[in-house]
């Protein structure tokens, strides 16, 4: 689909940890032999409630066999290691809207209530959820021509087409909910620029504006 990208083998067993999908490309090159295909779930990231992905590579005229080969050490945090991966559809992000035009949208989650194991949590961004009426839905009032949307829409409106929206998602150290989260666009992809732990800071925030990685889904850090 356009977004395959290059990684070394090391790279791509490391790091496909985030429910995200990766097109890729294997240089089958090396020396005839069997080679592990690994597909891990990093723990700091989720709970794995099923085996890893095992498959074998085997070239022709090996003998198949189990390969001999160790994995490399799974990191122990959620970050996405966006300099060592390069889209193969390069496209460059304007960096001088960003700098002019980022303000701060505040909302906050909260938990309406905790079961007794304590692993149920409600994400309810502006502290009320998406409360849709589905005989009135967003689609009918951009096709009415309608603005009025109930504050129970959570609505976010980007009124003009053809210019750059720009996010920086963070759960601050008051945030009641530290834990990591994969975060997605309905319908739609975007570039992810930086990532990191902390509050986010203009002046020290380390961003790849040019060809950065391009996703539907991406993991925000826990504290991050």
Do not use: M
């Amino acid at each position: 689909d356009g977004r395959r990208e290059r990684l070394e083998e090391s790279t791509l067993q490391k790091y496909s940890r985030f429910g995200q999908r990766y097109d890729v490309i294997i240089n089958a090159n090396a020396s005839p032999g069997n080679f592990w295909f690994r597909a891990e779930a990093a723990n700091a990231c989720s709970t794995v409630v099923h085996n890893p992905g095992r498959a074998i590579f085997t070239y022709d005229g090996t003998t198949p066999a189990d390969p001999t080969s160790t994995g490399t050490a799974i990191p122990g945090d959620c970050q996405e290691p966006l300099s060592q991966l390069e889209p193969w559809w390069k496209s460059e992000v304007p960096r001088e809207a960003f700098e002019t035009e980022a303000q701060v949208l505040n909302v906050d989650l909260s938990i309406p209530g905790v079961n007794s194991n304590g692993s149920i949590v409600t994400w309810a961004v502006n502290l009320t959820a998406i409360d849709i009426d589905w005989r009135e839905p967003t689609l009918k009032y951009v096709k009415e021509g309608k603005t009025d949307y109930p504050h129970s829409y959570n609505l976010f409106e980007i009124p003009n087409q053809g210019i750059w929206t720009y996010w920086i998602i963070q759960e601050p150290p008051t945030s009641p909910v530290q834990i990591p989260h994969p975060i997605h666009l309905h319908g739609h992809d975007f570039w992810v620029v930086g990532q990191g732990t902390g509050v986010f800071d203009f002046n020290t925030a380390a961003l790849k504006w040019s060809n950065p990685p391009r996703r539907d889904v991406t993991f925000l850090p826990g504290g991050g």
